[in-house]
């Protein structure tokens, strides 16, 4: 794969160097070349171009893995989903779904500190 450092990065963004930048942002782990050019396209206000090309590449790459799935392959992973929304306990613990895990993240989310805490952020 062709690589692009920082100091060869040009103004304009050709096609090319484009699909190069995509391919290096999609490594892992990233290179500290792929971070300093970041930092750059940032500064620069073309990062947007590359990242949307990435999720772009990202949902293609995608699609074509569940193209590939056989019929008898979605049709047992349907099965197993439905199995497991049908054995769901509505009281279990699945995760947080985005939920904060601390007082102060949940004042950073929401203005106000959890219920049992005073205005100080105090338990009380």
Same mark, same amino acid.
């Given at each position: 794969?062709?690589?692009?450092?920082? *100091?060869?990065?040009?103004?304009?963004?050709?096609?090319? /160097?484009?699909?190069? #930048? /995509?391919?290096?942002?999609?490594?892992?782990?990233?290179?500290?070349?792929?971070?300093?050019?970041?930092?750059? #396209?940032?500064?620069?206000?073309?990062?947007?171009?590359?990242?949307?090309? /990435?999720? !772009?590449?990202?949902?293609?790459?995608?699609?074509?893995?569940?193209? *590939?799935?056989?019929?008898?392959?979605?049709?047992?992973?349907?099965?197993?989903?439905?199995?497991? /929304?049908?054995?769901?306990?509505?009281?279990?613990?699945?995760?947080?779904?985005? !939920?904060? !895990?601390?007082? #102060?993240?949940?004042?950073?989310?929401?203005?106000?500190?959890?219920?049992?805490?005073?205005?100080?952020?105090?338990?009380?």
């Amino acid at each position: 794969m062709r690589r692009i450092s920082k *100091a060869e990065l040009p103004e304009i963004l050709t096609e090319d /160097v484009i699909n190069i #930048l /995509v391919e290096m942002a999609m490594e892992f782990p990233q290179s500290k070349q792929w971070h300093e050019i970041f930092d750059e #396209l940032d500064r620069r206000g073309q990062l947007m171009i590359v990242l949307d090309r /990435v999720r !772009e590449k990202q949902k293609a790459l995608e699609k074509d893995k569940e193209d *590939a799935k056989g019929d008898e392959q979605k049709r047992k992973e349907k099965e197993e989903w439905q199995e497991f /929304v049908r054995n769901a306990d509505p009281k279990a613990f699945y995760g947080n779904m985005g !939920e904060p !895990e601390t007082p #102060l993240q949940y004042k950073d989310k929401y203005g106000v500190w959890p219920p049992g805490y005073d205005k100080d952020g105090n338990k009380i």
